[in-house]
């Protein structure tokens, strides 16, 4: 098996085992997510079409988008998906990896990927920053969580292997701008003795 298709079956199988260690069914909206929706709510109207990249099981982010927004979730933990489609009813998901699913051109007003990007093999960042900026409608705004240093890595999260690969700040603010987005802010969001970069970015009106 290629690195990087591996590196893929331990984050997936690593998902599929971890899933209610790492979320709870009704976890509340706290920090982070609240931070991240203080910064895209007031971006979105009612009904416009959202897409959250690596979603996992929907809570919260998917849920709370869900109350005003035509949601589609993407995740590729098999269980992950079955429990978002219980939780978030309203919502649409697809069990599917983000480097290679096949989503229309110009089709979302807004994409949100929340500390997922960071677990996606580092050659495939900057394609799918492209993805991104193509999914987008112009004028449409991405809310990416990446990673604040560089490190690329397999250790035990939650009792399961889980590999993680992401660049420092620096590089993802450049890698989007060279995808075509604009960013308009970015911000640590901090977690322990680490943290990871939030970015907030826009696909330039045509
Ligand atoms: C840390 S969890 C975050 C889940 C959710 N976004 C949140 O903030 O609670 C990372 C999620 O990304 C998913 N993921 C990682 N790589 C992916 C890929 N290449 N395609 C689709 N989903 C992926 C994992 O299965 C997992 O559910």
Redesign the pocket.
């Known amino acids: 098996m290629d690195p990087a298709a591996d590196a893929?079956r331990i984050?997936?199988k690593?998902?599929d085992a971890v899933?209610h260690a790492?979320?709870a069914d009704d976890a509340a909206l706290a920090f982070p997510?609240d931070r991240f929706l203080e910064h895209l709510t007031p971006l979105l109207r009612a009904g416009d079409r959202v897409l959250?990249?690596?979603?996992?099981?929907g809570?919260?982010?998917a849920r709370e988008l869900a109350q005003s927004c035509d949601v589609t979730g993407?995740?590729?933990?098999a269980v992950?998906i079955e429990r978002a489609r219980a939780l978030v009813p309203t919502a649409s998901f697809v069990c599917?990896?983000?480097?290679s699913?096949d989503l229309p051109a110009a089709s979302f007003d807004a994409i949100?990927?929340?500390?997922?990007?960071?677990?996606?093999p580092l050659e495939?960042h900057r394609a799918i920053f492209s993805r991104v900026h193509t999914w987008l409608r112009p004028g449409g705004h991405a809310l990416l969580?990446v990673g604040s240093q560089t490190w690329s890595g397999v250790e035990d999260y939650l009792g399961a292997p889980m590999f993680w690969s992401h660049e420092g700040t620096e590089t993802n603010l450049r890698w989007i701008e060279e995808a075509g987005l604009t960013v308009l802010t970015h911000e640590f969001i901090p977690e322990g003795d680490v943290g990871h970069t939030m970015v907030l970015a826009r696909r330039p009106q045509a």
């Open positions: 893929k984050v997936r690593g998902y899933s790492y979320r997510y959250d990249l690596g979603c996992g099981c809570v919260p982010m993407v995740d590729f933990s992950q599917a990896d983000m480097a699913v949100v990927s929340c500390y997922a990007l960071i677990h996606v495939e969580v």
